[in-house]
């Protein structure tokens, strides 16, 4: 080989090392994390009418998710009312992430931290009864942490306290929807906790039969990405 092109070839070998180490520092100082949830599921609870109310042998008519609370890839979240059966059935969606691949290496701090969800269909009706049809704005307006640890029950509601949020792109019908959650993940890391729960919740959690009023959505697709960048 000639001085020209051992020259040229360790001139390329140079600049793919240097390429190489600045690619590397960008992914050790700016790299970001999507935590998919251990643990997912819809949990509800219901209030049911009077047995006079109701179909011979049956307790509930309305809509309880039995068969949404065993599926792993469609979740609801909302609440059903119905006056005329005596009614009420209120749901939630929990998604328990593991932190454990997502604590700051060395020389990072916390940039962002969102949950991501996708909104399959949302179902709506009045007090009054009137159905609405449509691209519908989500079900799945607040969101919580839970109050204590969750036991995993899928047949009771769970209390919680508002999670640390900075800010919420809402789904529509066949859309994507985002909650900034970063100050919720900020305390989480500080405080050394391996793993963080979030409840997605309707505006109508009571027990108390309101009409007709109904909202559900039904939502998949959960993830929680986490981002670093470096150190001020």
């Not at 100082?29 to 042998?57: E, F, N, Y």
């Not at 792993?72 to 059935?89: M, Q, T």
Request: aromatic content about 6%; some cysteine.
């Amino acid at each position: 080989m000639s001085l020209f092109k051992r020259s040229s070839v360790a001139l390329l070998f140079s600049v793919a090392l240097m390429g190489s180490e600045v690619l590397g520092s960008a992914a050790q100082t700016d790299p970001s994390v999507t935590l998919v949830p251990v643990q997912v599921h819809t949990v509800a609870v219901s209030r049911c009418g009077p047995p006079t109310l109701s179909t011979a042998g049956t307790n509930c008519q309305g809509f309880d998710a039995r068969e949404v609370r065993e599926k792993s890839d469609i979740f609801v979240v909302g609440y059903e009312n119905d006056k005329d059966l005596a009614e009420k059935h209120v749901l939630q969606v929990v998604a328990v992430f593991d932190l454990g691949t997502a604590h700051p290496a060395s020389g990072t701090v916390l940039r962002g931290a969102s949950l991501h969800y996708g909104e399959g269909s949302t179902t709506r009706r009045s007090a009054g009864g009137d159905s609405e049809y449509g691209i519908l704005p989500t079900c799945n307006s607040g969101l919580g942490v839970p109050t204590g640890e969750w036991d995993g029950r899928t047949d009771a509601i769970v209390q919680t306290k508002p999670a640390g949020t900075a800010g919420v792109s809402p789904a529509t019908t066949g859309d994507y929807g985002a909650w900034d959650v970063t100050p919720q993940v900020n305390e989480w890391l500080a405080s050394g906790r391996p793993q963080g729960t979030l409840v997605m919740r309707g505006d109508d959690e009571s027990l108390d039969i309101h009409d007709q009023a109904m909202c559900l959505s039904y939502v998949f697709d959960l993830n929680l990405t986490v981002e670093f960048g470096p150190q001020p």
